[in-house]
């Protein structure tokens, strides 16, 4: 298996695209190594889902498509990208809110810090933005 290996697919900004970016995601992962079912490929299945909702949900139309970028390095790391235009980043929501959505990223943060990795947002050259995750890649290879 080669040292570093990339995936790259680009969705329409639309609610069926977020499975179709989870299916993505657990094809590659399964490629790359990581069974579908463990714990970690569901935690970054998961990760994608809520990355992927929020490039549908919160650019209000004004991204007609999304991006999801994968790369692991062997002995370095894994990493999931989601890149979508719009200028707008995250919001994070105070702990006392209560509502029925709006969680996602506090499911995020939770999965990538239980898991020993960072959570980034970057600006993109055409103002938008990309949500990542990095993980250390001997944490994914544990069941």
């Known amino acids: 298996?080669?040292?570093?290996?990339?995936?790259?697919?680009?969705?329409?900004?639309?609610?069926?695209?977020?499975?179709?970016?989870?299916?993505?995601?657990?094809?590659?992962l399964a490629e790359w190594g990581l069974a579908d079912g463990g714990?970690?490929?569901?935690?970054?299945?998961?990760?994608v889902s809520e990355l992927?909702?929020?490039?549908?949900?919160?650019?209000?139309?004004?991204?007609?498509?999304?991006?999801?970028?994968?790369?692991l390095d062997r002995d370095v790391e894994f990493y999931?990208?989601?890149t979508d235009s719009h200028p707008r980043w995250p919001?994070?929501?105070?702990?006392?809110v209560r509502q029925d959505n709006g969680r996602g990223m506090v499911i995020v943060r939770a999965l990538v810090k239980e898991r020993g990795g960072r959570l980034s947002v970057c600006p993109t050259p055409d103002g938008g933005k990309t949500v990542s995750v990095e993980l250390p890649w001997a944490v994914a290879l544990q069941p």
């Open 39 to 47: 714990e970690t490929a569901d935690a970054i299945q998961l990760i």
């Open 91 to 96: 919001q994070r929501l105070p702990a006392a």
């Open 80 to 82: 999931l990208g989601v």
């Open 1 to 28: 298996m080669a040292d570093h290996q990339e995936a790259t697919v680009t969705l329409p900004s639309e609610p069926v695209a977020v499975s179709q970016a989870r299916r993505h995601v657990a094809r590659v």
């Open 52 to 71: 992927a909702t929020n490039a549908v949900q919160h650019t209000f139309g004004q991204s007609p498509t999304f991006t999801v970028d994968l790369r």
